[in-house]
């Protein structure tokens, strides 16, 4: 009877233990099927410029003496598309929201888009030079994933824009103990740190104001209760496992004394 208990016992906590695919799955939808497509409407936005954010601006068309003053080069004379030297080499936004460019001087870009800013340094560089072509590229995009994927991590973006569910598959994606249903996205303000849960389960993350990540935004994907209950079983196991092991050897003593 005693053994038929622990084994109930134990079933009950491997039954526990084990997920269902709801909540494996994400991005579920009952409305989805195979013969029409489901448009999922959101706003897309467009980065405006903060303080602290990183440029390379290359300016071509120039001669070589002019060429060589405004862009850096490596040792072999190509572009350096390196992320430390675009770092240490770029073009960094300050405290007031200005560069400052040589010969063209002080720009203000705070508060612009990526393109109103490349539109701006053009109409700039033009005053100074003829058939000069300016290419503006934000090179300090970076977010970090953290938790339960396959790499954490901080992974450098090199697009205007990046959505949650890419920065998760450049973590190397979700693990079969992460909560899909309280990823944590942690976005700096001007006031402080905002913090907020998002659902991957569901589709309703495609039309979220979270969707299109900003840089610095950092995304904690926490372990289940699926991960922990699992966990507790195996510890469970093991203890049983071993008083088991301890009623054996006072067993056998005490046949032996008899």
Known sequence: MKTRTFVLFLLALFLFGCASKNKVNYLQDNSLNTTASKLFENSKFEYRIQPNDIFSIRILGLDAETHAYFNVESSTGNYSMNSV??????????????IEMPTVGKLKL????????????????????????????????????????????????????????????????????????????????????QAVYIDLKGTDVLTSEYY??????????????????????????LMFAGISSIVLVLSFIQNQNL
Request: net charge negative; glycine share 8%; no cysteine.
């Open 110 to 193: 705070k508060g612009l888009t990526v393109n109103e800013a490349q539109g701006f340094v053009q109409s700039k560089v033009n005053d100074y030079f003829n058939n000069a072509t300016v290419i503006l590229k934000l090179v300090s995009f970076k977010i970090s994933v953290l938790g339960e994927v396959g790499s954490p991590g901080y992974f450098f973006v090199y697009n205007n824009q990046a959505t949650i569910l890419e920065a998760i598959a450049l973590a190397g994606g979700l693990t079969d103990f992460s909560d899909k249903e309280k990823v944590t996205l942690i976005r700096q303000t001007d006031k402080g740190s």
């Open 212 to 237: 299109y990540l900003l840089p610095n935004d950092v995304v904690y994907i926490p372990s289940s209760r699926v991960h922990t209950s699992r966990i507790n079983l195996a510890l469970v196991t």
């Open 85 to 98: 030297s675009l770092y240490v080499n770029g073009y960094s936004i300050d405290e007031d929201g200005f």
